[in-house]
């Protein structure tokens, strides 16, 4: 059986088990960061995507979602070259922060604690702009979704 | 046996159906086993916002503004339909709107 995803919107993508007529939601993947992982240091266009099924696929090991926006924009600091494909690996085990301090948890007694990896997960890659499909932009990219 | 094959068909009525088809060996050609009428009235973005997830018995139906997804037997080819449900119990992360007519599964 291969692994079950699903989203309703652009936050969340969810994993699903499935058995005996139940679809079970088992774990969740932030696409853009959420307000907590923002207030603890990631980066809000780490999957800057509005996800479409036809945007969207799942393999064995990765999804792969196309984004309109360039592996390296960064918003109202560079204008959009390319679009490219944010990919993220299903079995990434996420540094485990509950208290939204940036700081891994098992690490918070530490001389010198490790700092969560936002970025954990994730792959990106451009595509090249001769498919025509990175986001028409003005001077400079100012992070609005499309 | 899992040899069916399914096709989701929408009619110029937008009305949608799940048909399956299995091969027959004797005249070579597949044939038409059975029809589910699964949705009444189809969304236009049917074409990429429909899902439909085979599992080890048969296939999983989703379609978008349904609320309803539905599994459908084929292995005994008796195409019993099933209603999946969708048990949110140990996502304690998410804080936003459960909406299933929204859902799309791949």
């Given amino acids: 059986m291969p692994q079950i995803v699903g989203f309703m919107n652009s936050d969340y993508v969810f994993k699903f088990d499935y058995a005996s007529y139940v679809l079970t939601a088992a774990d969740s993947i932030a696409m853009p960061c959420n307000a907590n992982q923002i207030t603890a240091g990631c980066v809000g266009e780490r999957a800057f995507i509005t996800l479409e099924p036809e945007h969207f696929d799942i393999g064995t090991n990765y999804i792969a979602m196309l984004s309109p926006i360039n592996c390296a924009a960064s918003s109202t600091l560079t204008t959009i070259t390319n679009a490219s494909v944010r990919f993220y690996k299903l079995d990434t085990v996420w540094d485990i922060d509950t208290n939204n301090n940036g700081q891994v948890d098992s690490t918070e007694a530490d001389l010198v604690p490790t700092t969560v990896d936002w970025d954990k997960g994730w792959t990106c890659m451009d595509v090249p702009t001769s498919m025509n499909w990175q986001h028409a932009t003005t001077a400079y990219w100012y992070g609005n979704w499309i | ?106």
């Avoid at chain 2, 084929?74 to 949110?88: H, K």
């Fill in chain 2, 1 to 106: 046996m899992q040899d069916v094959a399914c096709f989701y068909v929408v009619d110029s009525a937008n009305v949608g159906y799940l048909q399956f088809y299995v091969w027959n060996s004797i005249s070579n050609f597949f044939e038409l086993k059975h029809t589910n009428t699964i949705t009444s009235a189809v969304l236009s973005n049917w074409q990429t916002e429909t899902s439909l997830i085979r599992d080890l018995t048969g296939i999983i139906f989703k379609s978008n503004g349904q609320s309803t997804i539905v599994h459908i037997k084929t292995t005994d080819y008796s195409y019993t339909q099933t209603t999946v449900t969708v048990s949110w119990g140990t996502m304690t992360s998410y804080t936003g709107t459960v909406d299933l007519n929204s859902l799309y599964l791949t």
